[in-house]
């Protein structure tokens, strides 16, 4: 084997490793990115399930005689704003993700307000739709949580693809950059309140 051969295998081995180290970097950044930004998709779907419960309960209080207009008005302005900010999976910056969290958590408030009120109103505590919605508003509830939580894991996996040694040193190269996560409101660790038990005192 003539002498200058050995050089030329060596880089050759040495430059494949390094493509073969490169690509799978990227292919399982770019997987464990696409998963995060599908959890996403996922907890927007939540939030708008309960966008659109809220929408009928709505209704249904509205028939109510003398339910207290400006405690209606603050769930109805709360949901507009509330469906109005949607963010790309592709785009998840930080104020964005806070601006979101914000009209989210201002639903959240207006909502406890409005089923407090409720508590006045025998006829909407023995309204069979109400009841319904109040139920599946709890359990919608339940699956934001989850949601949330699945994003944020799905977050993680990617962030510490991309963070860890030496992958490090590719994810410039690649432009592969951190993702955030969900962060909760103070106090919105818990969900709000929906459950009045009102079938037992309907009863």
């Known amino acids: 084997m003539k002498k200058w051969l050995v050089p030329v295998i060596v880089l050759a081995v040495i430059a494949y490793a390094v493509y073969s180290w490169g690509k799978g970097f990227n292919n399982t950044a770019v997987e464990l990115q696409e998963d995060a930004k599908t959890t996403w998709s996922n907890v ?13 309960l709505v209704k249904t209080v509205q028939g109510a005689a003398d339910f207290e207009k400006e405690t209606l008005t603050e769930v109805i302005n709360a949901r507009a704003k509330a ?33 407090v009120s409720v508590e006045r109103y025998p006829e909407l505590k023995a309204n069979a739709n109400f009841l319904e919605l109040q139920s599946q508003l709890e359990g919608t509830e339940n699956r934001i949580n989850v949601a949330r939580d699945r994003f944020n894991e799905g977050v993680n996996k990617y ?5 860890v040694f030496p992958n490090s040193l590719l994810a410039g190269l690649f432009k592969f950059v951190e993702m955030d996560r969900f962060k909760s ?5 818990n969900a709000p309140n929906v459950n009045f038990d009102f079938k037992k005192k309907a009863a």
């Open 44 to 56: 927007e779907s939540s939030y708008q399930r309960r966008n659109d419960l809220i929408g009928n």
């Open 83 to 115: 469906t109005s900010v949607n963010i790309n999976a592709g785009d998840l910056t930080p104020d964005k993700m806070a601006q979101f969290q914000q009209a989210q958590a201002g639903m959240s408030g207006a909502l406890s307000k409005l089923l």
């Open 159 to 163: 962030n510490k693809h991309i963070k």
């Open 185 to 189: 409101n103070p106090g919105s660790e």
